[in-house]
């Protein structure tokens, strides 16, 4: 190439270098320019759910800018960002549908409030959920199926406690259960932040009528089995915290069933909200299939109303008042019961003569007053009363044979009276003041609280038993009884107590740590107590395994003792009188929780694996004996003891859009009384519970609901004698309750126009499918040479229950 050719090309290069500087510099110039030149945005806002509660540490980030912040314990955040022609702002929470809300070139400050729905997936009438983490020691239960549940107790919500992991049942007549080796006192219960009582006397599951929780008016249904918070009450077992529902317009129910009826109506709009429900509940039906032949006449009705008011901004008033009537009248005609082996079988043949009668009042209401300050802070005022009057009377004689029946030989041949007049008033009041405050990162609780309490009681029982012609225990001198109890007992005495908590939670590099500590104080003036009792738990979700979440918790808990507790019996002749001891003291427990959590998919399905070992080192134990329902202590600390357990739990989706979940548990729990080792009275050592729903392929129309406890046999030994003579154990638990539901009317949509009913269900259950002889206890029979004999109190078969739920 020439030599001037070359020059003229370099010539170009560098001019086109130059110009192609000059524009680099000029782009330069322009988006500095631009850049100091750029609007800022502030946008704040508050994070919530379709129940208006604070969705907290909800994730808030701009798309395209590295621009994102978590929402506060109240769902409040605040963050700024450049301003663009659209910008698009995304909210995360697991658990919940992602929500974006695009923003069209904003400016200034601006304020964004954002609702977070579950995050389901519609398929036709069949809705698939992501299931919820849980952070504390305090999970929510799903109540979707509470209502169309096999029951029969109509006490929906106890049935489905009954169901979870820890948590056994031996008597389908009752509605009381036992927690990880805890009596049925032991487990407190909350309505809107009020504690809740249950009578003092019922001691069968016959005369039990419907518990204070209106399944139909339940919300949310929140329970723990151990290693709860500082806010709830002095219990060593477990806590159940309801909150009741606030209708948002006209809604109502309309059920019966061969065990009973009720009706519920609520309505609502953004300041008021009323629902009120009528129930009544006969078990007459269920009675008749014990081997007692008799006429059983048992009526329970009560009326609970629920009354919302908000009358000014940030300004909540909250009524609730309930009464309760349960009649319970027996005449026993006769009785016949076949036990023990195929090659060894026992008849026990009886004839009655005589009655009972039983009436329960109850009576509770609760007012509470509730202010926001600022938006984080909150303080309520709560006034609860509860009353109740109970009365149980009854003459019963009974004319007994027991025979062996392979060898045709009468073993014992007698007759037995028992007689009681027992009555018990109790009266309740009680005034709580609680503060609650939310920050980013904090959720502070305190409270205190004062409560009365005066409760009466006039008690005579006594039992007379002969054998052969010989009454027992048998003297020449004189007719002797075998048992023969006076009370007449009165208590008025005072509690004071307060609490204060924080739940603080962090999201690191590492993942997301959640603390939960506390401190609850209380005074009694029966006998001086104080208790201190500190209580803490914490929770992780590692960064990189974000479907694992660790607890552990640990505190010390007390039993506060109740008047049941305090009743001391003192042996003057032939003659036990009842005495209350002002020198008992709480029982107590130090406990320590290990949880794990695990959450995954199988065919597109959610499911959760969840695991919880436990350890209580117990003292100061109030020794009890348990008789069907009835429980009575020794009224003195005498004893220590131990539980320890493991409970695991699977949930999810076994058939798509609908939720079931396995329980499995192992424990131990002894007790340490008189210098021997022996089995706790609810040593049931192990427990398996399922809850299964189903429905037919391609129609949500038609829905199963099975329901299964299978628990080990608790140990028991003969009346009147001590733990330490509990040397036999009872057979298995075993019931299989299967419920079929079809909806014949679906009006959802409103496609029938002015038509108020929403949906029409007729449930037909079987229930004890598999027809289990399940036992409630024992009836003792002595012949002449002292030899006992354990006759089993066998509880219902199978049986079929129609049921008709009308939606509106």
């Not at 078990?283 to 009354?307: H, I, R």
């Not at 506060?560 to 009743?567: I, M």
């Not at 949500?700 to 608790?714: E, H, S, V, Y």
């Amino acid at each position: 190439m020439p030599v001037d050719t070359r020059i003229r090309l370099c010539h170009i290069h560098l001019s086109c270098m130059k110009r192609i500087l000059s524009y680099i510099v000029m782009l330069t110039a322009c988006l500095l320019a631009h850049a100091g030149d750029s609007i800022h945005v502030t946008l704040k806002g508050r994070v919530i759910d379709e129940q208006n509660e604070p969705v907290s540490f909800c994730l808030v980030r701009v798309e395209g800018q590295l621009k994102a912040t978590t929402a506060d314990g109240d769902g409040k955040y605040s963050l700024s960002f450049n301003s663009a022609d659209s910008v698009v702002i995304t909210y995360n929470m697991i658990g919940y549908r992602t929500r974006r809300r695009v923003l069209k070139k904003p400016q200034g400050a601006l304020t964004l409030n954002v609702v977070m729905y579950s995050n389901s997936v519609d398929m036709g009438e069949i809705e698939i959920k992501e299931l919820r983490r849980q952070m504390g020691q305090t999970q929510e239960l799903n109540t979707d199926e509470i209502t169309r549940m096999p029951s029969t107790t109509g006490n929906a919500v106890e049935d489905l406690v009954a169901t979870q992991a820890g948590v056994s049942q031996h008597n389908e007549l009752s509605s009381q259960y036992n927690v990880r080796g805890g009596s049925f006192d032991e487990n407190c219960v909350y309505i809107n932040g009020s504690e809740v009582y249950r009578p003092l006397l019922i001691r069968s599951g016959e005369q039990e009528g419907l518990s204070v929780i209106n399944p139909y008016m339940v919300d949310k249904v929140r329970f723990s089995a151990g290693g709860f918070e500082a806010k709830y009450a002095d219990k060593m077992s477990s806590v159940l915290d309801i909150e009741y529902r606030k209708p948002k317009r006209w809604e109502g129910t309309l059920s019966a069933s061969l065990l009973g009826a009720s009706a519920h109506m609520g309505w609502g709009n953004k300041k008021v909200s009323f629902s009120h429900s009528l129930r009544y509940k006969t078990n007459a039906y269920m009675l008749g299939a014990l081997e007692t032949k008799a006429e059983y006449s048992p009526n329970f009705v009560d009326y609970q109303a629920y009354l919302s008011w908000a009358p000014a901004k940030n300004w909540d008033i909250d009524v609730i008042g309930y009464i309760s009537h349960n009649s319970y009248r027996f005449t026993p005609a006769s009785r016949e019961t076949n036990f023990g082996t195929m090659e060894n079988i026992t008849n026990f043949r009886v004839y009655f003569d005589g009655w009972e009668r039983d009436v329960f009042q109850t009576f509770y209401g609760t007012a509470r007053v509730k202010r926001k300050i600022k938006d984080r802070h909150s303080i309520s005022l709560n006034y609860t009363a509860f009353r109740t009057n109970e009365n149980e009377t009854y003459d019963i004689q009974g004319q007994y044979w027991l025979s062996n029946t392979s060898t045709a030989t009468e073993l014992a041949v007698g007759t037995y009276m028992e007689h009681a007049r027992n009555m018990l008033h109790s009266t309740q009041h009680s005034l709580r003041l609680a503060y609650d405050f939310r920050s980013k990162s904090h959720h502070v609780e305190a409270g205190i609280a004062f409560r009365h309490e005066n409760i009466r009681e006039r008690s005579r029982e006594w039992e007379y038993r002969d054998s052969s012609g010989y009454s027992m225990p048998h003297s020449p001198e004189a007719l002797e009884l075998i048992y023969n109890m006076r009370s007449n007992n009165s208590i008025a005495s005072s509690h004071f107590e307060m609490y204060a908590q924080d739940t603080w939670r962090r999201e690191t590099s590492k993942g997301i740590f959640s603390l939960n500590y506390g401190l609850r104080m209380s005074q009694w003036s029966w006998n001086g107590e104080w208790l201190i009792s500190p209580r803490a738990s914490i929770s992780y979700v590692p960064k990189k395994h974000d479907n694992m979440t660790f607890r552990l918790a640990t505190g010390l808990y007390y039993q506060r003792p109740f008047y049941k507790e305090l009743r001391d019996t003192v042996a003057n002749g032939a003659t036990t009188t009842v005495e209350l001891n002002k020198d008992i003291r709480s029982q107590r427990s130090f406990q320590v929780i290990a949880g794990y959590e695990y959450r995954f998919k199988l065919g597109k399905r959610p499911f959760l694996f969840s695991t919880e070992m436990y350890y209580k080192a117990q003292d100061r134990l109030n020794p009890y004996t348990v008789d069907n329902t009835k429980i009575v202590y020794y009224g003195r600390n005498c004893a220590t003891g131990n539980v320890m357990g493991i409970d695991f739990k699977l949930y999810g989706e076994f058939v798509p859009g609908t939720d079931s979940w396995l329980t499995f548990s192992l424990m131990r729990a002894r007790m340490n009384l008189n210098g021997k080792s022996i089995p706790q009275p609810t040593d049931q050592t192990w427990s398996l519970n399922m809850f299964f729903s189903d429905y037919f392929p391609g129609t949500t129309r038609w829905k199963l609901n099975l329901k299964a406890c299978f628990a080990g046999g608790l140990p028991f030994g003969a009346p009147h004698q001590g733990l330490e003579e509990h040397v036999f154990r009872s057979s298995a638990y075993k019931r299989v309750d299967v419920g079929m539901n079809f909806r014949a009317l679906n009006n959802e949509d409103h496609h029938l126009g002015h038509n108020p009913i929403r949906n029409i269900w007729l449930g037909l259950d079987c229930l004890n499918i598999f027809g289990f002889d399940n036992v409630s206890g024992y009836y003792w029979v002595t012949d002449v040479k002292n030899d006992q004999y354990a006759v089993p109190n066998f509880l219902t078969g199978r049986m079929v229950n129609f049921r008709v739920n009308v939606e509106f």
